[in-house]
């Protein structure tokens, strides 16, 4: 059986028709459901409150999304076709430190990091695997990856080109979010500002070449798993896309040109009301900050749109099996507040990157919301409860306060730079967890509830055979190359980066000549220094 045979019978069309809904809605007892209830707003209407689209679910589901990358480019690939069969409707791909920081995996800043928390890629020839047999223009790609967001974006687009297939049908993601690696996560390479010219690059980029995808992912959720608060994870979320449509207008983009496929993504933890509410809050005030602050005109221009992830920082490593109720919890207030796209994570994460059984049976739970639950067949459920809405006005109203502190402070680079964010998590980090060690705050399993004798679950264990083979795979790159090609196009970028032309087509030309992610990185970081944090 050829490869288009083979998979044309795994995956079937690929129109998007699966996730598309028609009929007649109606409960088990034959209730008629209306499309919405409730007076006032509607549905679909600035500012959105209620949900971007008038019918939501009902016309569409949301995109099941499950987050995978393992020891190699292969390993990974053959993870990403078993998602797609079970029916998964899009990829999101975890890269190992090493590429998330830039560094190559035979590097020995990479020693005990190649492969452990995500998949390692060196060139475009790891890309190549990872992508092989996927395909590109059907499936949509998210890529979790920050400070050498704009190289891997290259690779995807140098596969894409070499596969033929036209670039505007390429849709996705890249999440491209330093400001929130200062602030909570740390995979920063470069200094503030030309990590901000980087992404306002790539998204002048996205808008001249790849008009459906999404050049950032504006990202609230690592800096809820680092301890903030609801309130702030949006307050901090929201200020962050302040500063990145203003970068972008100082570098002379229109709004209304980039600010449609701007894109987020969320945490949904366990308070279930209080994480729908906080969605809905997020919704209405950047329709208000991108109407009122940017004067934006586009209804796209001004929607928020949000991809969610299950906390994994919920996640227990006693008595596991309870972390698939707190996970279908979390993705029940998700899908509440009306998300574009949901990840949930499996039951063992709290031990090891997930075993294929547990990502199904994670990928299963949001079947069941969608299909069998009911909760798909009516927009925004839960809108008009008078304790829903008055808990999304006072989210809003105590987001935006903290964002008028943080325009006080300059706006969200200078705030980063004084440490305010980082100091308002960590203080909220550690009233959580003396609350968790008080027994103020139950955790079943954890401080209340506890069993003994607990039997070990299986976990996935990381290939160390497997990462040779990566570092092995990454020398016969650089003996397969042109050097001298490699060299050329360093030069070019080098000379870029010392100007004021946008650097994703000299990044472009490094990768099609199979430079490693290292190199490049190496190539922009003699120019723009490296980020070493101040603690205050």
């Known amino acids: ?210 008009p459906r995808f999404n050049p950032i992912s504006i990202s609230g959720y690592h800096i809820r798993e680092a301890g903030a608060t609801a309130v702030q994870e949006v307050a901090f979320t929201l200020a962050h896309g302040i500063a990145y449509v203003q970068a972008a207008l100082d570098a002379g983009l229109e709004v209304d040109t980039f600010a449609g496929r701007l894109s987020f993504f969320f945490n949904a933890h366990n308070n279930l009301f209080e994480e729908v509410a906080k969605f809905r809050a997020a919704r209405r005030m950047w329709a208000k900050i991108m109407s009122g602050r940017f004067g934006a005109r586009k209804e796209r221009s001004c929607q928020l749109r949000f991809h969610t992830q299950t906390a994994g920082s919920t996640l227990q490593s006693r008595q596991i099996d309870v972390n698939v109720v707190r996970t279908t919890l979390q993705a029940l207030a998700a899908v509440l507040g009306g998300t574009q796209s949901l990840h949930t994570n499996g039951r063992d994460e709290a031990l090891s990157l997930p075993t294929e059984e547990a990502a199904r049976l994670a990928l299963r739970t949001q079947q069941v919301l969608a299909y069998e639950s009911g909760v798909a067949d009516v927009v925004d459920p839960v809108g008009g409860a008078p304790f829903v809405e008055a808990l999304t006005d006072e989210i809003e109203a105590r987001a935006t306060e903290l964002i008028a502190r943080i325009d006080q402070l300059g706006g969200a680079v200078a705030a980063v730079e004084q440490r305010f964010m980082q100091r308002e ?53 650089r003996e397969a190359r042109d050097d001298t090609e490699v060299t050329s196009a360093r030069a070019v970028l080098k000379v870029a980066c010392e100007g004021t032309d946008n650097l994703l087509p000299a990044i472009l030309r490094c990768v099609e000549v199979y430079a490693t992610v290292g190199e490049i990185c190496a190539t922009l970081e003699e120019v723009f220094g490296a980020y070493s944090e101040t603690m205050g």
């Open 1 to 210: 059986m050829d490869r288009e045979t083979w998979r044309a019978k795994v995956y079937g069309p690929f129109t998007g028709k699966h996730r598309e809904r028609k009929g007649d809605f109606r409960t088990p007892s034959g209730v008629p459901l209306e499309p919405s209830y409730g007076d006032g707003e509607q549905p679909g209407v600035p500012p959105f409150t209620r949900g971007i689209l008038p019918s939501m679910y009902r016309g569409r589901l949301w995109t099941m999304r499950q987050y995978a990358g393992f020891t190699s480019a292969r390993s990974s690939n053959d993870r990403y076709h078993a998602l797609l069969k079970s029916g998964s409707t899009g990829l999101s791909i975890a890269f190992d430190l090493p590429t998330q920081i830039g560094y190559e995996s035979d590097d020995a800043r990479a020693e005990g990091e190649v492969g452990r928390v995500g998949v390692p890629i060196n060139s475009l020839r790891d890309m190549q695997v990872l992508l092989d047999g996927i395909p590109l223009e059907r499936v949509t790609i998210s890529m979790t990856i920050n400070s050498t967001a704009s190289i891997l974006l290259c690779l995807y687009v140098a596969v894409a080109k070499q596969q033929g297939i036209a670039l505007h049908k390429l849709g996705g993601t890249i999440q491209n979010d330093i400001l929130k690696e200062y602030v909570a996560r740390g995979t920063y390479r470069f200094p503030v500002e030309p990590s901000m010219r980087l992404i306002c690059d790539t998204f002048r980029y996205c808008s001249e070449h790849l």
């Open 425 to 477: 998590i960590e203080r909220s980090a550690y009233e959580v967890q003396r609350r968790i060690e008080n027994a103020e705050d139950v955790v079943v399993g954890v401080n209340r509830f506890e069993v003994e004798d607990e039997a070990a679950p299986p976990v996935f264990r990381v290939d160390a055979v497997e990462q040779q083979r990566v570092i092995a795979a990454l020398r016969q790159n």
